[in-house]
């Protein structure tokens, strides 16, 4: 079992900056595909970014290309999220969520995804 563990949300500005941390518990996080999801109020829970298990591999949302960024620590078995230039419609509680199976391709699919954290909110105000 794998658990995941955000934090780093909280209420910012337009146009200010969030990191977002996702820690993970298990031996594997090394060979596990990472992502990131958000879903608004009233709204389906959306892909935002992913990342390869090597970290050499990367992929992102329309919406936010060119504003966030995801990356990897494998030695401290912890994916981040940098997001720039927040917008009110980036309001949202965030999810990191794991591959469960090793060494397979990223994915901007939430079923393919097999392990969750709890999330993590993000307020932009205007």
């Known amino acids: 079992q794998v658990q995941l563990a955000e934090s780093g949300g909280g209420l910012v500005q337009a146009g200010g900056s969030l990191r977002l941390s996702c820690a993970a518990s298990?031996?594997?996080?090394?060979?596990?595909?990472m992502g990131w999801f958000r879903q608004a109020p009233g709204k389906e829970r959306e892909f935002v970014a992913a990342?390869?298990?090597?970290?050499?591999?990367?992929d992102y949302a329309d919406s936010v290309k060119g504003r966030f960024t995801i990356s990897r620590d494998n030695a401290e078995n912890t994916i981040y999220l940098q997001m720039n230039s927040l917008k009110p419609e980036d309001t949202a509680v965030y999810y990191c969520?794991?591959?469960?199976?090793?060494?397979?391709?990223?994915?901007?699919?939430?079923?393919?995804?097999?392990?969750w954290g709890q999330g993590t909110q993000v307020t932009v105000s205007s």
């Open positions: 990342i390869s298990w090597s970290g050499d591999s990367t």
């Open positions: 298990a031996r594997t996080f090394s060979t596990s595909a």
């Open positions: 969520a794991s591959r469960g199976r090793r060494l397979v391709r990223l994915s901007k699919t939430a079923f393919e995804y097999d392990y």
